[in-house]
């Protein structure tokens, strides 16, 4: 089935920068939306960033100017450049990729199993 990889979190220091990467795997015929989420400790999940089909984007506030949100729909990855990077950004990253037409039928939506993003000094 479809699967959603993300790969690239880890330990930073404050100012710093990461680049996540999530990789959709399968046999995937297109995907609308793709999309990260964070979950910080003891809180809800949030919406970070969103890139659309067209290319239009959409940020959380708390990381317009620092984040960007990219995609490669030849390899059905979407990226998130991360800088100037906060203590307040540590959380789980999840991705998300809304409305995939596969081999498995769709539209449906997936979610990555996540990764650590931890901004420390």
């Known amino acids: 089935q479809v699967t959603l990889v993300e790969s690239g979190g880890g330990l930073v220091h404050p100012g710093g920068s990461l680049r996540l990467s999530c990789a959709a795997s399968?046999?995937?015929?297109?995907?609308?939306?793709m999309g990260w989420y964070r979950q910080p400790p003891g809180k809800q999940r949030e919406l970070v960033a969103s890139i659309n089909g067209g290319g239009s984007t959409d940020y959380a506030d708390s990381v317009k100017g620092r984040f960007t949100i990219s995609r490669d729909n030849a390899k059905n990855t979407v990226y998130l450049q991360m800088n100037s990077l906060k203590p307040e950004d540590t959380a789980v990253y999840y991705c998300?990729?809304?409305?995939?037409?596969?081999?498995?039928?769709?539209?449906?939506?997936?979610w990555g199993q996540g990764t650590q993003v931890t901004v420390s000094s």
């Open positions: 399968g046999k995937i015929f297109s995907i609308d939306t």
């Open positions: 998300n990729a809304d409305g995939i037409y596969s081999g498995y039928g769709g539209p449906y939506d997936y």
